[in-house]
């Protein structure tokens, strides 16, 4: 099993999401994570899509979603030359006792309070995966009440632009 | 000058005309009446009111496959639509270029559950090319040219265009031509230069090379440029299912079909070849057989305009993504000047496929039952229509006997459903092939059970005076998988009986159906009365005819790969594999 990061960008249409997820569907490809957002440019969407490859070529799938009419281009973004980041809110259990604990956990990964309550914290935390994952197990004894997280955000690193190349074909 | 202001409805009409569309196939319903009203009036656009919508769309997928045009088929919103679902999976298999227009509930209404309403944008999405949803009169020229582009060009296929009523109601400017804004479709059609130099290398080193042809060649016009290259190299011709007619079976190049219900020499030039020079055809698994054991020699070219056929289930060796017709164009010039006259040395080769050719050429046997035999009859509607027939095949075992025991010389004659494998498809697609042809004798071969999927489109046929000749091949079951009954479980019938041959119930009564629909019906049980009905029916044009061919319903399709084997336990006959001289099989 290989994991592979695709960076999509289509034309924002409805029922855009459900074509390219229902292809994944039915040619037995797993999404591990979904990212979804508009561009700097009008009427254009990037989708970033962490894909799981279990036997099939990871060809097939560009390959198809290539043949997507509102697809306009398909890029593989390679890990080396890779920015990746992961977003993640999470409500954490606390009291007087542990409270201070928690938030030296915060300071150490760079994370946020962002909301402080009698009994609880929520917090915030941007990174790569793993970072964010280790984030999680550190806080996980204290009781986390409630997670939710992004999909995986990934852009080319340098002055290279993905729309920029296609707008100007 | 201001533009026009057209109603929606008057927009759909008037689009469809201006992108030269000339025949409809259709029934109209609540949310696509609006469009129906201009339709009326269009003296450009034939509309030919079908029984179900259903034989809407094979009409114009067979309109499409006879005439390489654009095929058109309207339904309305829910179950109208639901009804073309069939249709479209057909076309989206066998790449047919299918414009599918619906009517849709107001969009005020989208999403209420409200009467007649169905998400068919949502239901096609994995069976369209692409699809539309209009929610505004304005946008209807511009996506109707889209979606007519979509499906011509490139690999071709069905686009659903679902426009909702209030579109149609609504009025806009009509401005021609559209804007047709697609920065998602840029089909590739010119193929590498570097492509075609490695191809015409291998080609010149091969010793046993084969033309594996599938029905891109006839999506792609190509035949004549196939045709040049085939005598350019002298190397053996097989033909797909989807491909019979794309290279002429007159010519002894043409070993005939591969796969399946292959003919011996056909499967085993691909199984020993060491060059597969594969030309829109897509590896099917009723070619391939088992996959890993299929022709493992061999190194691949594969030429095809969607690049997602490439190495989808083999390997190629060499790639080449483009249009056939241009690619073949580039092919034949790069070996004309390479070979200057010359052939590549494959007289062995020759040598071995000649054996096969004369030990194992295609036979039957006469039923046991005395009943007719099928291969005879089917013979004979071939050999007396003559090549320039187009023949309309069903799903079975007769469109099998079809595909092999009826010889084709010219593209776009033979109409089948290749890869959905639909029953039923054989009565309208012949109805549509015939409007779209209307001087060439079409031919309907059917098989029992799936004349009575749609036969109710021969009322379509008499009433608008469109004569196709029917003719059934009834073994009074479904007659493939009784074959799959006999070979694999024991004989037990579960099932299969259909009861329409003449010492059953016989229900129902071809012939007499056929008269309820105003059609001329003949009852054929012996040998020496299938020319007369054969030419009876030539000789008949002013009603559609039903010849009810009762035929032995032992009979099976050889030669078989069973499904999921390798390709080198192919059976010439029940039980019977050839035998390799060179002792390689046991």
């Not at chain 2, 469109?399 to 010889?407: D, E």
Request: glycine share 8%; net charge negative; aromatic share 6%.
């Amino acid at each position: 099993m290989s994991q592979h990061v695709l960076s999509l960008l289509v034309e924002d249409r409805p029922g855009l999401l459900t074509r390219v997820a229902g292809l994944f569907a039915r040619r037995g490809f797993n999404i591990e994570s979904l990212a979804v957002g508009t561009t700097e440019v009008e009427g254009l969407s990037r989708i970033t899509v962490v894909v799981s490859v279990d036997g099939l070529p990871l060809e097939q799938v560009t390959k198809q979603l290539n043949k997507l009419i509102n697809v306009i281009k398909v890029v593989e973004l390679e890990p080396e030359t890779t920015v990746e980041r992961d977003h993640m809110l999470i409500k954490v259990k606390t009291d007087a006792a542990t409270r201070s604990q928690v938030l030296e956990a915060v300071t150490l990964f760079r994370a946020r309070v962002i909301d402080v309550a009698s009994d609880a914290l929520i917090i915030e935390v941007t990174g790569e995966t793993a970072k964010c994952q280790a984030f999680i197990k550190v806080l996980e004894p204290f009781g986390i009440k409630e997670l939710v997280q992004s999909g995986v955000l990934a852009i080319g690193r340098g002055s290279k632009s993905i729309t920029e190349k296609v707008l100007k074909q | 000058m201001a533009n026009e202001v057209l109603t929606g409805a008057q927009a759909i009409v008037r689009s469809l005309e201006l992108l030269g569309v000339t025949d409809i196939f259709g029934l109209p319903g609540g949310a696509i009446l609006p469009t129906y009203d201009p339709l009326m009036d269009s003296t450009k656009i034939r509309h030919i009111l079908v029984r179900h919508e259903q034989g809407a769309g094979h009409a114009a997928e067979g309109y499409a496959s006879a005439s390489g045009k654009l095929g058109v088929c309207i339904a309305t919103s829910g179950p109208g639509a639901t009804n073309l679902v069939t249709a479209i999976a057909d076309a989206h298999m066998d790449s047919v270029p299918l414009l599918a227009i619906t009517g849709q509930v107001n969009s005020t209404s989208i999403g209420t559950d409200a009467f007649q309403e169905a998400d068919i944008v949502g239901i096609t999405m994995p069976i369209t090319k692409h699809s539309f949803l209009v929610t505004k009169a304005e946008d209807i020229p511009g996506v109707l040219a889209s979606a007519v582009l979509i499906a011509t060009t490139g690999r071709p296929g069905p686009v659903l265009v679902d426009i909702a009523k209030d579109a149609q109601n609504g009025k806009a400017e009509f401005v021609w031509p559209p804007r047709v804004d697609l920065p998602g479709y840029k089909p590739v059609t010119k193929p590498h230069g570097k492509q075609i130099q490695a191809a015409a290398q291998l080609i010149k080193e091969a010793k046993r090379p084969v033309l594996y042809v599938g029905g891109g060649i006839v999506r792609s016009r190509a035949n004549l440029e196939l045709l040049e290259l085939a005598k350019i190299i002298g190397a053996p011709v097989v033909t797909t299912l989807m491909a019979r007619g794309a290279f002429p079976d007159s010519d002894p190049q043409n070993l005939g079909m591969p796969g399946m219900h292959g003919t011996v020499p056909a499967v085993t030039a691909l199984q020993r070849s060491d060059l597969l020079i594969t030309l829109g055809a897509r590896f099917d698994d009723r070619v391939t057989g088992q996959v890993k054991t299929f022709a493992v020699g061999a190194k691949v070219i594969h030429v095809d305009i969607d690049p997602a056929e490439i190495g989808k289930i083999r390997f190629a060796d060499v790639p080449i993504v483009g249009d056939l017709k241009e690619v073949l164009t580039e092919l034949n010039a790069e070996l004309a000047n390479d070979l200057k006259g010359t052939k590549p040395d494959i007289a062995e080769w020759w040598g071995f496929l000649n054996d096969l050719r004369t030990r194992y050429p295609l036979g039957y046997t006469e039923p046991e039952d005395g009943k007719l035999s099928p291969q005879f009859v089917i013979s004979r509607i071939g050999e007396l229509s003559g090549p320039e027939a187009i023949f309309a095949a069903g799903v079975g075992q007769h469109q099998m006997w079809s595909a092999q025991f009826i010889k084709y010389e010219r593209p776009n004659s033979w109409l089948n459903s290749g890869g959905a494998g639909t029953m039923g498809y054989s009565v309208p697609a012949a109805m549509g092939a015939k409007v779209a042809q209307p001087e060439r004798l079409v031919w309907a071969i059917d098989g029992d059970g799936c004349f009575q999927m749609t036969n109710q489109e021969l009322a379509t046929c008499t009433i608008n005076n469109i004569p196709i000749k029917v003719a059934i091949i009834n073994n009074s079951s479904l007659g493939m998988v009784r074959q799959w009954q006999t070979l694999f479980y024991n004989s037990r019938y579960s099932n299969t009986d259909l009861n329409t041959g003449t010492d059953t119930m016989m229900v129902p009564d071809f012939v007499k159906l056929a008269e309820a629909y105003g059609c001329l019906g003949i009852r054929v049980e012996k040998e020496e009365e299938v020319d007369a009905a054969i030419k009876l029916a030539m000789e008949t044009n002013d009603r559609p005819v039903v010849i009810d061919f009762i035929v032995g319903r032992d009979a099976m399709v050889w030669p078989m790969v069973p499904a999921g084997l390798s390709n080198d336990a192919v059976q010439f006959a029940r039980d019977e594999r050839p035998v390799w001289e060179d002792g390689e099989e046991e």
